[in-house]
Structures are given as C-alpha cells and as structure tokens.
C-alpha cells in the first residue's frame, strides 16, 4: 500500500505596522487562506519586526491586537491553522542570535529593503533593521517549513534564509530544512494606485493605498482616480503600468483571464473599467469589514486564540532550537 503523503507545511507572517493593504491581501494573505485548505499553516503577527522602526507604545500594541483581528477576519482560521503574535514565542530570538552569528555583515548590506528603509529613516538606522532578514530566517527556519508564500518584496530574504541553511548545514550538519518562496503569478506586486511604477503600500505620499477595512464608497473612489495612461484601451500592454496593475487585480478577484477582460470592456474606456475593478474589490473586502468588527468585540476570544497559538508553535519551535544549539556545540540546560 503506498504510504500517504505528509501534508506540506506553509509559515508566513505580517507587520502590524497598519491596517493591511490591497497588496498585502493580494500578495499575501488571500493565499494564505486558501492554502489552509492543503497544507499544514502557520501565520503569525511580525511584531518584533516592526520596532526595527521606531514605534509609539501605546498605538503600537493597538495595532498589533487589531492586526491579529484583521487576519482572522480575513480567513485565517485558528481550527485550521496555528496563529500566533511572534514575540509570544521566544525561540525566534534565540534561533536569531545563533544565526546572525552565520550571517555576512557583506549578505546584509545587499539587501535592497534595508537599503530602502535607511534612506526613508536616516535618523534611525539600528542594529535590527540591518538584521532584521536575519529574524526572518529564524521565524522560518524554527518551524521547517516547505513553502513560504509572500510577495515579490520578500523575495530576497528568502534566498538570504536559503542560503545560510546551506552554510549552516554545512557547517554543523543537517539542522534546517530548505524551505521554499511560493510567490502568486498575478498579484506578486499590487502597485500603488497612484504612482503605478511603485509597489502599493502604506506611505504618506499614496493617499490613494487601499485599507482592506475602506469602505465600498472609499474604494470606488480611489479606484476611480487611479492613474492610468493617456490612450482609453483596456489591454494589457508593456508601457501600460496602470492599466497592467488594475488588470492584474481585476484577473486575480474575478478569475477572468486578460483576453475576457480585454474583449469586457473593448470599446468602453477606462472610467467604466476602474469603476469595475474598484466594484469588485469592494464587493471581496465586504465580508472582512463585518468579521474585523464582530471580532473586536470579542477580546476574550482573541486573547484565547492567540495564547493557544502561541502554545502551538512554542512546542513545535522548540525542537528545532534545541537541535541548533546542540549542532553548534552549547552544552544543553539540565532538566
Ligand atoms: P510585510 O508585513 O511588509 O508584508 C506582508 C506580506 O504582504 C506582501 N506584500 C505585497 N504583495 C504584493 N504587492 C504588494 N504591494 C505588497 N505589499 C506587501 C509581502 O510580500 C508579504 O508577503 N518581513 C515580512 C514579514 C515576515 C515574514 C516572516 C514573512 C516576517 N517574518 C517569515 C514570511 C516568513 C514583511 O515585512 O512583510
């Protein structure tokens, strides 16, 4: 009898620097809650990533209890899958310090976030945002997982983790398995509405970012003022990076492929195509505005949800820490 196959397993996580965009539902968590279906999930809130920014206390912690809100409220099923708050579970800093210590300052300096982000925060480029791939390796690495499903942007520090499993295993023998990116086709990078040559995300200067909790009105709008190009043909085009990016939302919500949208709206300009698209996406956020409101209301059952989750994932971490520390020669704590 042929043996069944083990379910794959699947980690990702989200900052909670804000209400979650378009791009990262798209990108992200829509896949996410589709994946629960097969694979083994474990999703978390990137809390401790987020202070590589500075952040105010009090909205801080605010944010992040309404994050993990917004990420059952999209779908995310704690009956299905293992969600947790990250720095409830200590072994991802402690699995941090043994990597960074496997970790070339020259692989750091590379990464185009890190140069990214200490150019918009000059006044404040700390020790953990030049190592902040390094905690992301770590939060992947502790669970071995197959597949990390993210957008574009996290891409390299994928391959950064991918190779400091290389380094590691070789180094100490096999501790960490190799884990996978799984990036979706169409949505890997939602631009921003309003400069379609930038990924969406949430910047002072994009008035018109989607919150996944906007209103249908607020959505519409935005959709409607969207900026696109000077002819009025909807089809996807090199040199149509407007365009490109509402099709490639539209594609991914309705499941039309570009030619059924290209011969949709043949003939009838671009008003009524982003008041299309701007329907559709409001019609797909609907359901997840009533959840988030529901579910705040309900603090005691978020705080049970996470403690379980962070229960969860604190003894399936465990094991691959302990095989770490022992790899690299730390005589082991008696019990
Ligand atoms: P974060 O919080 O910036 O984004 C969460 C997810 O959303 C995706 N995303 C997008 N996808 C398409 N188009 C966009 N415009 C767009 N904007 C954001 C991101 O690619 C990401 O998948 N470092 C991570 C969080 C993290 C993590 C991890 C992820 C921490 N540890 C371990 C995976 C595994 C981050 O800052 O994502």
Request: proline share 4%; net charge neutral.
């Given at each position: 009898m042929e043996k069944p196959q083990r379910k794959k397993r699947i980690l990702s996580g989200i900052q909670p620097t804000g209400i979650f965009t378009l791009g990262n539902y798209l990108g992200a968590i829509r896949n996410w809650k589709q994946m629960q279906e097969d694979y083994n999930c474990i999703f978390f809130i990137a809390d401790m990533h987020a202070v590589t920014i500075r952040q105010d206390p009090a909205s801080f912690k605010?944010?992040?209890?309404?994050?993990?809100?917004?990420?059952l409220a999209c779908g995310i099923d704690p009956e299905k899958s293992i969600v947790f708050i990250q720095s409830h579970v200590p072994s991802h800093s402690q699995l941090t310090w043994l990597l960074n210590c496997n970790t070339q300052f020259g692989e750091l300096s590379r990464m185009t976030q890190f140069k990214d982000k200490s150019s918009r925060h000059s006044d404040n480029i700390n020790a953990g945002l030049f190592s902040y791939p390094v905690l992301m390796a770590a939060d992947i690495l502790i669970y071995s997982p197959d597949l990390v499903p993210v957008g574009n942007d996290q891409k390299q520090h994928i391959e950064l983790t991918r190779d400091i499993v290389n380094r590691f295993n070789n180094a100490y023998g096999k501790t960490f398995t190799m884990p996978d990116a799984y990036i979706p086709k169409l949505t890997a990078r939602v631009m921003s509405l309003s400069d379609p040559t930038k990924k969406m995300s949430k910047s002072a200067d994009d008035n018109l970012c989607i919150d996944i909790l906007d209103t249908?009105?607020?959505?519409i709008k935005k959709f409607r003022r969207a900026v696109t190009d000077s002819d009025s043909l909807?089809?996807?085009?090199?040199?149509?990076?407007?365009?490109?990016?509402?099709?490639?939302?539209?594609?991914?919500?309705?499941?039309?492929?570009f030619e059924e949208i290209e011969s949709e709206f043949d003939g009838r300009g671009y008003g009524d195509f982003k008041t299309a698209v701007g329907e559709a996406v409001a019609e797909e956020l609907a359901p997840i505005r009533e959840n988030y409101d529901r579910l705040m209301n309900d603090r005691s059952y978020l705080k049970a949800v996470y403690a379980d989750g962070a229960k969860k994932a604190a003894t399936i971490s465990s094991r691959v820490l302990e095989k770490a520390y022992?790899?690299?020669?730390?005589?082991?704590?008696?019990?």
């Amino acid at each position: 009898m042929e043996k069944p196959q083990r379910k794959k397993r699947i980690l990702s996580g989200i900052q909670p620097t804000g209400i979650f965009t378009l791009g990262n539902y798209l990108g992200a968590i829509r896949n996410w809650k589709q994946m629960q279906e097969d694979y083994n999930c474990i999703f978390f809130i990137a809390d401790m990533h987020a202070v590589t920014i500075r952040q105010d206390p009090a909205s801080f912690k605010k944010q992040t209890l309404e994050c993990f809100a917004l990420l059952l409220a999209c779908g995310i099923d704690p009956e299905k899958s293992i969600v947790f708050i990250q720095s409830h579970v200590p072994s991802h800093s402690q699995l941090t310090w043994l990597l960074n210590c496997n970790t070339q300052f020259g692989e750091l300096s590379r990464m185009t976030q890190f140069k990214d982000k200490s150019s918009r925060h000059s006044d404040n480029i700390n020790a953990g945002l030049f190592s902040y791939p390094v905690l992301m390796a770590a939060d992947i690495l502790i669970y071995s997982p197959d597949l990390v499903p993210v957008g574009n942007d996290q891409k390299q520090h994928i391959e950064l983790t991918r190779d400091i499993v290389n380094r590691f295993n070789n180094a100490y023998g096999k501790t960490f398995t190799m884990p996978d990116a799984y990036i979706p086709k169409l949505t890997a990078r939602v631009m921003s509405l309003s400069d379609p040559t930038k990924k969406m995300s949430k910047s002072a200067d994009d008035n018109l970012c989607i919150d996944i909790l906007d209103t249908p009105a607020q959505i519409i709008k935005k959709f409607r003022r969207a900026v696109t190009d000077s002819d009025s043909l909807v089809a996807y085009r090199e040199g149509k990076d407007g365009i490109n990016n509402l099709m490639s939302i539209y594609s991914s919500i309705t499941g039309k492929s570009f030619e059924e949208i290209e011969s949709e709206f043949d003939g009838r300009g671009y008003g009524d195509f982003k008041t299309a698209v701007g329907e559709a996406v409001a019609e797909e956020l609907a359901p997840i505005r009533e959840n988030y409101d529901r579910l705040m209301n309900d603090r005691s059952y978020l705080k049970a949800v996470y403690a379980d989750g962070a229960k969860k994932a604190a003894t399936i971490s465990s094991r691959v820490l302990e095989k770490a520390y022992k790899r690299m020669g730390f005589i082991p704590p008696e019990k």
